[in-house]
Structures are given as C-alpha cells and as structure tokens.
C-alpha cells in the first residue's frame, strides 16, 4: 500500500517538472539562442529519445523488472534535468532534453503497470486519481513557474532534478507490489510484443491516441508562446495561464472519476472531451483579448485532462492481461505523433504564422474524434 502513495507522490513532481520547459519557453529561447521555429523541431527531436526508448524497452523489460526501470528511468532522469538547466546552447539543452525524454520512458512505461499491481481492486479509482494529483500538482506549478521567470529559470530544473534523485533513491530501497509480474506479462517471441497491432479495432482506437496525446503535448506550450507574443503577458499572467489550463484538466478529472466508477460509458465520456477541445481551440485562435483566450484554455483543459485516465481505464478493462505491451504501444504512438506534429507546426508557423497553429490542431482532433467513432469496444 505505501508503494502506491510514494507513487501518487512521484506523479505530483512530475506535474512539476513537466510545467518547465513550456512554462519557461520564452527563457530557455533567450539563454540557449533558440528561435521560435526552432522550438518545434527541439521538441520533435526530443522524442526521438523516446523512440530509442521504445525500442530498447522490448529487450530491456526482459531483463529488468517493472520496479528496476521506475527507478533506472527516475535516477537517470534527475541527471537529464541537471543537464537542462545548466545548458547555454542549443546542442547541448537538446542533447539533455532528449535524454530526459528516454529516460522518462522507463518511468511511463513501468508506471502504471505497478499502480495497477499495487491495489488491483480499485483501479478505476487510482488510475483517474493518478491524473488528478498530476493536474492539482500542475495548477500549483503556475506559481512556481511565476517566480523562476525572475531571471532564475535554471533553478527549476537543479530543483526539480533534486527532487527526482531523492524519489529514485525512496523507490530504490522500498519493496515492489508482490504480484506486479502477472501485470507485466513478457512475449517469447518479438513480433509478439506487438500483437494487439494486428486488432483493426485497436488500431482506430490507437489513431485517437496518438493524435490527442500530440495535441496535449503542444497545448503546454504553444498557448502560452502565442499569449506572449499576442497579447505580451507578463511573467504572472504566464505563470497564472499555466494554473487556469491544468484548472480544467483538475476539473474534467473531477468529472470522470465518479462517472467511471458507476460504469459510465468510456467511449462517449472521450467523444466529449474530444469535441471539447476541438471548440476550446478555434476559440483560443479567435481570441481578441487575454480573458477570452484565458477563457479557452479553461475548455481546452477540460477537454484534454480526463483522456487519458478515462482512455487508461479502458484499456485495462478490455486489454487486462496485456498491461506492459499496452503501456509500451501506447507511448511509442504518442511518440511517433510528438515527432511529426511538432515539425508540421514549425512549417505552418513559418508559412502562416502562430495563430494557424491552433487552427491546424483543431482539425487535427476532428480526425481523431473520426477515428474514434469507429472504435466499437469500451
């Protein structure tokens, strides 16, 4: 049991850390010489990190149990962000930011295979609590982010990688759920890691994923661009769009966890959440003034924030027995879409400016919400 809440724990500090880079956007472009078109190829060229890391977890979670790669891919992640924070180039923070991506990797892919094993009767609690720690934890960053874009940004990732070493270290010395392995089941054969590829069903179910994790990706960082550039928001205004967003991914969370636990229809509750972001992005583009947009990050957090806990529950309930392989399928499709729609942003920014962006993306989530409709389970 106490596994589960250091894990509960470790969800808030990511919460934290993943508000640096796109809170401090604008600082990390000064202090490294990036350009704003640079921006979307860094954050492409990250992911490749985690690429590598998908494909090295097909051989390294035959050697390593779920427990060791939690605290291989914390530890190595405390150094990444240590390298973060102390670059003045853009080769060396890609280099670090790429890193942290593959390390994060091993932490994604083992960690909801141990909350799952850590108490099995109330997943469809734990799993959609997970996420609302990581958003009540993301609301509580918008202040933090406030006072480090007082000319001390670098002190967050020298914190935050502190931080990481002190939970690696906790993790390290604390016993694993007993039966975490009947959760993690390992193919005999590589092209088995793989088999749910072969399910059409899966496959548009998947096409959704990619697409609405890619979309989250940028909306933690192109927002907030276009708000100083738009509208040149101050550092408390970033710091407080940073809270108003993951305000509403709190509030959808809120919303699912009480629908899911009465069996509410998963399928329809991500339809929803989906045509919600799609409105909440045409009227970020739309808006004349920094209330009106403050106003769409609101929807467009709530369409966002309850995807994946709703998304996660229902793959465990029809996928149970294949919890690892999910995990790694699930994370490489994100990957492969946080490679590609960065890039296309870059060319639509440099073509059409900043504003077709959101546009672009809310196209985006219309061919998921398609793809969506064709999936049958859940």
């Avoid at 729609?341 to 959101?358: D, E, H, K, W, Y």
């Amino acid at each position: 049991m106490r596994f589960r809440y250091l894990l509960f724990v470790m969800v808030i500090v990511l919460a934290f850390s993943s508000s640096l880079f796109g809170g401090l956007s604008e600082e990390i472009r000064a202090a490294n010489d990036i350009t704003i078109e640079a921006m979307g190829r860094l954050m492409s060229a990250s992911q490749v990190g985690s690429l590598i890391s998908f494909l090295l977890l097909l051989v390294v979670s035959r050697f390593l149990s779920p427990h060791a790669m939690l605290v291989v891919g914390i530890l190595s992640s405390s150094l990444a962000l240590m390298g973060m924070g102390l670059s003045h180039s853009l080769a060396s923070f890609a280099f670090f930011f790429l890193a942290s991506s593959l390390c994060g990797y091993l932490y994604s892919a083992s960690n909801t295979v141990l909350m799952v094993a850590s108490d099995p009767a109330h997943v469809r609690r734990n799993i959609p609590l997970m996420h609302l720690l990581y958003s009540m934890g993301a609301i509580a960053s918008g202040w933090y982010i406030t006072a480090l874009k007082e000319g001390v940004w670098y002190h967050g990732y020298l914190q935050i990688a502190l931080i990481y070493l002190v939970m690696g270290i906790a993790f390290a010395f604390m016993k694993p759920p007993s039966d975490t392995e009947r959760y993690a089941k390992r193919s005999s054969r590589l092209l088995d890691s793989f088999s749910l590829l072969k399910e059409r069903q899966f496959l548009s179910y998947l096409l959704f994923l990619v697409i609405a994790n890619a979309v989250e990706y940028t909306n933690v960082v192109y927002p907030l661009l276009a708000l100083s550039q738009n509208f040149q928001a101050s550092a408390a205004q970033i710091g407080l769009a940073i809270s108003i967003i993951h305000t509403g991914a709190t509030a959808s969370r809120l919303v699912v966890i009480p629908l899911l636990k009465r069996g509410g229809r998963a399928k329809t509750t991500l339809l929803a959440l989906a045509c919600t972001s799609v409105v909440a992005l045409i009227l970020f583009a739309l808006s004349p003034s920094l209330p009106l947009a403050y106003l769409s990050m609101v929807l467009l957090g709530f369409g966002m924030g309850g995807v994946n806990p709703v998304s996660q529950v229902l793959e465990i309930s029809v996928w149970s027995g294949e919890l690892l392989q999910l995990s790694n399928i699930r994370s490489m499709g994100s990957t492969v879409g946080r490679i590609i729609i960065p890039l296309a942003l870059s060319a639509i920014i440099a073509a059409f400016g900043l504003s077709a962006v959101f546009f672009f993306l809310a196209l985006l989530m219309g061919v998921g919400i398609v793809s969506l409709l064709f999936f049958s389970l859940g």
